[in-house]
């Protein structure tokens, strides 16, 4: 069954954001959602990249030679038939006003004809990757986009989706990073300055036509919008006052390393197979690292690697899993919210799976999470429950030093059409200048 345009936009009215509050896993399987989200509880290790390379965001030049590589593993260690479509979306991820034929060229749709049977590992799956556009598969507009996979030729059977960004290079734009002003902010905060240009593309009136949108470290939960020019030039606009684009500097990300299940590398305490032979690994007891001095060292901004360095070929399908246990002191419940494991190995979320639980004996939160091996980056986040965002300075600080990953997303909407292009995106680092 196809969805139609109105079908996409009911569904989008109901979709909740990934921060609005915590979330059932795999709920309302066949409600599409606008954001990444996994659909099954047989799927995991879903990433969508540029293909070079693993750690690369979702973001590719429009009518450029790059492709994106879509992949994930199936538990289930069967063949499927899986298969992938697309939507065009708004600069606030909703489904656009566009038929498929309007964005697209080519097939709407393509087949998962790339997998592999896991091998020399445990846990048994199937290892499912595309490479997209491709020669029979275009995109004509910039902007947001929303890829599907769903099942057995049914658009409702949903397996997953993932977000991703075509790009185009309309308008420029200058950006940096400095400590907030104010009160205690300029210790904890850093601010973004920038300006766009627009000497060669004509911005009708960026007040009402234009949407900026800034991630830190990739990550869409806590995106700042509506953001408004300060000062207006004829050909450059410039962005330095508003609150909004002030962030919490936060910390450096948390890690650990699983690429071999034989091997107890710095952050791992203990590993031991179950009965039926499954890896656990117990992490060494974190810290609360709230009023602790802020120390730089070389995260990957919350991502993953997956690797196995126990095999010397292909880890996408010689990885293993394991059973991946964390563990915070807190010497008392918190009876108004609740602490969470976050990062990309969460698909950025709150939910409960990565929901932590107070051990009463150890006098402190736990969460064991199912992952494959590799290099992994998290942090904790305390969710109140009457709040919408998770706060992470009650266990990591926040430092107006710390190293973040900034991007800036120019959209416009032209006069006459009904569509955001994406003109511009500006990836800059908190302290690499």
């Given at each position: 069954m196809f969805f139609t345009k109105n079908t996409i936009t009911l569904l989008a009215l109901v979709c909740l954001s990934s921060f609005t509050k915590a979330q059932d896993d795999y709920?309302?399987?066949?409600?599409?959602?606008?954001?990444?989200?996994?659909?099954?509880?047989?799927?995991?290790?879903a990433q969508l990249h540029e293909s070079?390379?693993?750690?690369?965001?979702?973001?590719?030049?429009?009518?450029?030679?790059?492709?994106?590589e879509l992949s994930f593993d199936d538990l289930d260690a069967d063949k499927k038939m899986?298969?992938?479509?697309?939507?065009?979306?708004?600069?606030?991820?909703?489904?656009?006003?566009?038929?498929?034929?309007?964005?697209?060229?080519?097939?709407?749709?393509?087949?998962?004809?790339?997998?592999?049977?896991?091998?020399?590992?445990?846990?048994?799956?199937?290892?499912y990757s595309i490479l997209f556009p491709q020669a029979n598969v275009q995109f004509t507009k910039s902007g947001n986009y929303i890829a599907y996979v769903y099942r057995d030729?049914?658009?409702?059977?949903?397996?997953?989706?993932k977000r991703f960004m075509l790009y185009e290079d309309k308008v420029t734009v200058l950006a940096t990073t400095r400590q907030a002003i104010g009160n205690d902010e300029q210790y904890e905060k850093q601010h973004i300055d920038f300006s766009v240009i627009n000497s060669a593309y004509e911005l009708t009136n960026p007040f009402t036509d234009m949407k900026?949108?800034?991630?830190?470290?990739?990550?869409?939960?806590?995106?700042?919008?509506?953001?408004?020019?300060?000062?207006?030039?004829?050909?450059?606009?410039?962005?330095?006052?508003?609150?909004?684009?002030?962030?919490?500097?936060?910390?450096?990300?948390?890690?650990?390393?699983?690429?071999?299940?034989?091997?107890?590398?710095?952050?791992?305490?203990?590993?031991?197979?179950?009965?039926?032979?499954?890896?656990?690994?117990?992490?060494?007891?974190?810290?609360?690292?709230?009023?602790?001095?802020?120390?730089?060292?070389?995260?990957?901004?919350?991502?993953?690697?997956?690797?196995?360095?126990?095999?010397?070929?292909?880890?996408?399908?010689?990885?293993?899993?394991?059973?991946?246990?964390?563990?915070?002191?807190?010497?008392?419940?918190?009876?108004?919210?609740?602490?969470?494991?976050?990062?990309?190995?969460?698909?950025?979320?709150?939910?409960?799976?990565?929901?932590?639980?107070?051990?009463?004996?150890?006098?402190?939160?736990?969460?064991?999470?199912y992952i494959k091996q590799g290099y992994y980056n998290y942090t904790y986040v305390y969710l109140k429950d009457d709040k919408k965002g998770g706060d992470d300075t009650m266990t990591e600080g926040s430092h107006w030093e710390t190293e973040n990953e900034y991007t800036i997303y120019i959209y416009h909407r032209q006069r006459g059409t009904y569509y955001d292009q994406l003109v511009a995106v500006k990836r800059f680092n908190s302290i690499i200048k």
């Open positions: 709920a309302d399987d066949n409600q599409l959602r606008y954001e990444d989200w996994i659909y099954k509880a047989n799927i995991k290790t070079s390379f693993e750690a690369n965001p979702a973001v590719l030049k429009f009518n450029s030679t790059q492709q994106l899986y298969s992938i479509s697309f939507v065009h979306c708004s600069a606030d991820w909703e489904p656009s006003n566009l038929m498929v034929s309007e964005y697209m060229n080519g097939f709407f749709d393509a087949n998962f004809l790339n997998f592999t049977y896991s091998a020399n590992t445990i846990q048994k799956y199937t290892h030729s049914d658009k409702e059977n949903l397996i997953l989706t900026v949108v800034i991630t830190q470290n990739g990550r869409w939960d806590n995106a700042v919008r509506d953001i408004k020019p300060t000062f207006t030039e004829p050909k450059q606009l410039t962005y330095s006052l508003d609150d909004k684009s002030t962030f919490s500097g936060g910390n450096e990300f948390r890690y650990f390393d699983t690429r071999s299940l034989r091997t107890y590398t710095e952050r791992i305490g203990d590993i031991h197979r179950d009965s039926a032979s499954i890896y656990h690994v117990d992490l060494k007891i974190d810290e609360l690292r709230t009023f602790k001095q802020y120390t730089y060292y070389h995260d990957l901004d919350g991502g993953y690697l997956i690797k196995n360095a126990d095999m010397a070929t292909n880890a996408d399908n010689e990885a293993d899993y394991s059973y991946v246990k964390f563990f915070l002191p807190y010497d008392n419940a918190q009876g108004s919210g609740n602490f969470y494991v976050l990062g990309k190995l969460t698909e950025w979320r709150l939910n409960k799976t990565n929901r932590m639980t107070y051990n009463y004996k150890r006098l402190g939160y736990e969460c064991t999470l």
